[in-house]
């Protein structure tokens, strides 16, 4: 089956520590974007990427870092400097971003907590 | 970037009626709307999205109506059923940055 695969889909992170947070797409999707969710909120861009190896930052990057290695592949990293970690995070992929495919599929999320 | 406003927030309505949920933007150069249904729990999953060369789009209850001119589009829910319930979000393309940007949401409640 085709889609976008988030893992784990809870965890939970001791403060000062970085976690990993994994997302993998076997749809052939050239971008791929993490997004941030609070209760009761709407999603806020962490990162995008366009295109392998090329990545850019959205309005919340701080605190947070990624990689783009492998098309099917982009992991975050939520690193001890984000203030306020605790959240759900959801990946999601679409064909490219230039408007003329722009559908995005989502992952299940993972919701990550700080203890 | 892109300025996104939803309403309202809330919205409680009886089965079997209509349900409408408009979203602005400030993205004059958009030309993608979709509208997203998220259940709790789960990532958002796209329901119906329109493109700026046409007005109006119909999946069965569901439809979307987009005013360009204005800025903004409207998600058209129809005799409203007790699985209608859920969150959902407006997500206009931000042309800049070529990814989706996301309204603060309206939790839709149908009372059977």
């Known amino acids: 089956d085709g889609g976008i695969t988030q893992s784990p889909k809870y965890l939970f992170r001791k403060e000062g520590q970085n976690v990993t947070l994994s997302c993998e797409q076997n749809l052939n999707h050239d971008a791929m974007y993490w997004y941030r969710q609070d209760p009761g909120q709407g999603l806020r861009l962490i990162y995008y990427s366009q295109i392998v190896n090329d990545f850019q930052k959205g309005d919340i990057a701080e605190g947070y870092s990624v990689s783009r290695e492998k098309k099917e592949s982009f992991p975050l990293t939520v690193t001890s400097a984000q203030k306020n970690p605790t959240a759900f995070y959801l990946c999601a992929s679409s064909r490219d971003g230039t408007g003329q495919d722009t559908e995005a599929f989502f992952g299940q999320g993972t919701r990550l907590t700080v203890v | 970037g892109e300025n996104v406003e939803q309403h309202p927030s809330t919205l409680s309505v009886q089965e079997g009626d209509s349900a409408v949920i408009k979203c602005t933007y400030s993205d004059s150069a958009s030309n993608y709307f979709p509208w997203y249904k998220q259940e709790l729990g789960k990532g958002p999953q796209l329901i119906i999205d329109i493109r700026s060369n046409v007005g109006e789009k119909k999946d069965q209850r569901i439809a979307v109506t987009l005013n360009k001119t204005a800025k903004h589009f409207s998600l058209h829910i129809t005799e409203t059923q007790p699985e209608d319930s859920a969150v959902y979000f407006c997500?206009?393309?931000?042309?800049?940055?070529?990814?989706?940007?996301f309204g603060s949401g309206t939790r839709l409640q149908v009372q059977p």
């Open positions: 997500a206009p393309l931000d042309t800049g940055r070529r990814a989706l940007t």
